[in-house]
């Protein structure tokens, strides 16, 4: 007899009727401590997680009555009488086992075999189900080591068998056997889905969709389309959007200031401005200025391709915050680019008249101490920063808006925390990233916000001429910039990030380095990674910008957002070793200015499918927001913003590619359940609380229980 393994206390809170589901897994029958070491290398260590493990496959094992209706090769499950065993003449022979179905015989052949085990499981004269792949092998029906064995009495096989993941130590058996244990501890739970949603698509209850999901008949109940696993899918994307809304609704609770600005400022740097705001430009700025005006607090996303003209939309909210007589904050991910942002600001800030100062890691001793004392006074409407503004002698006289340039550097969970901060009335937040996302994972990701999207480049662009070559030709790629850079050209050249290891990518950009400073002369390259002082690196980024230098070679730290207009090439070396987005936030980089632009994409031959198909969508389009949806079209939605950084969930069930729509489905569904059942005690709130304890949403769960 087994002893169960002690059980922790249940959370406080967590509905009893869930708790079967929450046990040990080793309290499921045939797992025992080394099956249950397996289930946790798949991250099942409770029924619950087994429970929402759904098949990836299925082996269709054909009943047939008789030998003569198989069709070898293939899998099939038939009534068989044992006949006689024969054992292997010689050593490293197999033995064979025949049997029959009365009118045929079939070999069972199986190598290896232990004498005993075979007596037991085939006796002689008697009858046996036996599954398993028959071939013909010199005209002989032969099953080589059958699936399955056994008594008439058992309950037959399923006709198409599940195929679980597994895991070393695991065996579709044991799985099989555990998931059958599981769903006899599935119980009937409150729904949480709406009812008229639900009767539209046609979805199961939860139970059912469950023992349905993991009892296909055939490959088309494998398809995320079947009527269960979008239940089931939906639950998840649900429960991740009922947190999510109720971290934003915790958010706005908070006591946030209406801002509201007489637009005084904002008229002049409109007047100022070389060219007319874009649509989406003006749009987002109206969005801005709205949600700044009420009194809750703004909690908003702006998403807008490189080179979208997001800096000024943040100028212009910071605006608003100074025409209330508030001050703002901008910060960058960066060194460089909080100076970058100065520097694109300066004239613009100056036309409108207000203070703008910059605060970073760097600044230290008297200037910086000048800067905390006119901030704390309210002499500066606008601070630039990094990091380094989050510190806590940094005080302002009246901070209403946080602008935070994020280029994916913070999750989910810690921007909450980052909202969580702040005084009795927290700044309003706008978080402006440049990666364009598609719309399903910009709702997974920032469903908690709201959306403001630049998805309107400025006119006037040029196209970026875009060709891939094998890197065979690099002497002519030389040759060529070498004629545009006698004609003036800026370029970049892109180190290969090939290596886990930064400093073996580095020896490869140092190396490039030197060949090109050989060719084009000390003055005319310079080279930046992200290993060297900042004070070097951005001497040689000002070089480049202004200065002497018109060959700049990098490792990808030129990617979060540079901004040199002149540079008209970009050559990215091994560019098959890059993602997709990554190509084009490189790209980006040129195009800026008036001068057509092009982009070098040298490659390894020979290249990879997918590679070829990167590089080829490269070359069709410019637009972010089709990159980004080929890219997750292309990947997983986890590797498309790379799960660990980004603080996107990982859903069990849910595809977020190939059930995008849901996600929208279940974020409205969110928002409104909580705004017609606020404290979810309601019918459908209570039911929903089973949601989010069945699918451990904590947040969620701390959120309600802070009301
Ligand atoms: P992002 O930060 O979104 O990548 P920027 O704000 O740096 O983009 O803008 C990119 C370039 O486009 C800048 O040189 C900016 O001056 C210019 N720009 C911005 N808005 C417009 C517009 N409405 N019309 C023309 N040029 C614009
Ligand atoms: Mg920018």
């Not at 199986?110 to 013909?136: C, M, T, Y």
């Not at 579709?172 to 244990?181: F, L, P, S």
């Not at 008949?217 to 991740?240: M, V």
């Not at 480049?457 to 545009?484: C, F, H, N, Q, S």
Request: neutral net charge.
């Amino acid at each position: 007899m087994s002893i169960a393994p002690p059980q922790p206390a249940p959370p406080k809170g967590r509905p009893p009727v869930l708790f079967p589901l929450f046990a040990d897994i080793e309290t499921l029958p045939g797992v025992g401590p080394r099956a249950a070491k397996a289930f946790a290398q798949l991250n099942i260590t409770r029924p619950r997680d087994l429970a929402l493990t759904l098949p990836v496959g299925g082996v269709l094992r054909r009943p047939i009555a008789r030998l003569a209706d198989a069709r070898p090769p293939e899998i099939v499950t038939l009534r068989l009488t044992i006949d006689r065993h024969m054992p292997p003449a010689r050593k490293g022979r197999p033995w064979r086992v025949i049997a029959s179905d009365g009118a045929q015989d079939v070999q069972l052949v199986f190598f290896h075999a232990r004498q005993d085990w075979l007596a037991k499981e085939l006796p002689v004269g008697a009858a046996r189900i036996i599954s398993g792949k028959i071939e013909l092998f010199d005209g002989m029906a032969q099953i080589v080591h059958p699936d399955l064995i056994l008594d008439p009495a058992d309950p037959p096989p399923a006709p198409y068998e599940p195929v679980y993941p597994l895991s070393a130590g695991l065996t579709q058996r044991i799985v099989g056997r555990g998931v059958a244990a599981t769903l006899e501890r599935v119980p009937p739970l409150p729904e949480w889905i709406d009812r008229g949603l639900k009767a539209q698509r046609g979805w199961p209850d939860w139970d059912e969709a469950l023992r349905v999901a993991h009892h296909p008949h055939g490959p088309g109940d494998l398809s995320p389309d079947t009527p269960a696993r979008q239940r089931l899918a939906y639950d998840e994307l649900l429960a991740h959007q009922l947190t999510l809304a109720l971290a934003r609704r915790s958010v706005r609770r908070g006591m946030g200031h209406a801002t509201a600005g007489d637009g005084r400022l904002r008229r002049r740097v409109i007047a100022a401005l070389p060219w007319p705001l874009t649509g989406a430009q003006t749009r987002s700025i109206d969005e801005i200025a709205a949600d700044m005006a009420e009194p809750r607090r703004m909690n908003r996303l702006l998403q807008g391709d490189v080179g979208s003209g997001k800096t000024v939309v943040a100028l212009m909210a910071a605006l608003i915050a100074a025409e209330a007589g508030g001050q703002a904050v901008l910060m960058a991910p960066t060194e460089i680019l909080a100076r970058q942002h100065l520097a694109a600001l300066a004239a613009l800030a100056e036309a409108a008249g207000i203070r703008v100062a910059v605060l970073t890691g760097r600044d230290k001793g008297a200037a910086r101490q000048q800067v905390l004392n006119d901030l704390a006074a309210g002499l500066i409407d606008l601070l630039i920063g990094t990091h380094a503004v989050f510190q806590k002698e940094v005080r302002f006289a009246d901070l209403r808006l946080a602008v935070i340039d994020e280029q994916h550097r913070f999750g989910v969970a810690q921007r909450l925390e980052l909202a969580g901060k702040g005084g009795a009335a927290p700044p309003d937040m706008l978080v402006m990233t440049a990666t364009p996302i598609p719309r399903s994972l910009a709702l997974a990701q920032y469903g908690d916000m709201d959306l403001s999207v630049l998805d309107e480049k400025p006119p006037g662009r040029k196209p970026v001429a875009t060709v891939a070559l094998p890197l065979d030709e690099i002497d002519r790629i030389v040759d060529r910039l070498d004629r545009a850079m006698r004609d003036g050209a800026r370029a970049y050249w892109v180190c290969p990030l090939v290596e886990e290891s930064e400093l073996v990518d580095l020896t490869a950009a140092e190396e490039r380095f030197r060949m090109l400073r050989a060719r084009f002369g000390e003055d005319a390259v310079r080279l930046v990674h992200g290993q060297m002082p900042p004070e070097d690196r951005d001497r040689a980024m000002a070089d480049f910008a202004e200065g002497p230098a018109q060959l700049l070679v990098a490792t990808t730290v030129i990617e979060v957002g540079v901004n040199v207009p002149e540079a008209t090439i970009m050559v990215i070396e091994r560019a098959e070793s890059f993602g997709l987005a990554q190509l084009h936030q490189l790209r980006g980089r040129v195009g800026r200015g008036r001068e057509a632009s092009s982009c070098v994409l040298l490659y390894q031959a020979p290249l990879s499918e997918t590679a070829t198909r990167r590089l080829a969508i490269l070359r069709e389009t410019e637009d972010g927001f089709r990159i980004a949806e080929e890219d997750l079209a292309m990947r997983g939605a986890g590797d498309v913003i790379g799960t660990a950084q980004s603080g996107l969930p990982r859903f069990r069930i849910a595809d977020l590619e190939r059930q995008a729509g849901l996600m929208e489905v279940a974020r409205q569904d969110a928002r409104s359940l909580l705004e017609t059942d606020p404290d979810l005690d309601g019918e459908r709130g209570r039911a929903a609380r089973h949601l989010l304890w069945l699918l451990e949403q904590d947040r969620a769960i701390r959120l309600i229980a802070a009301g």
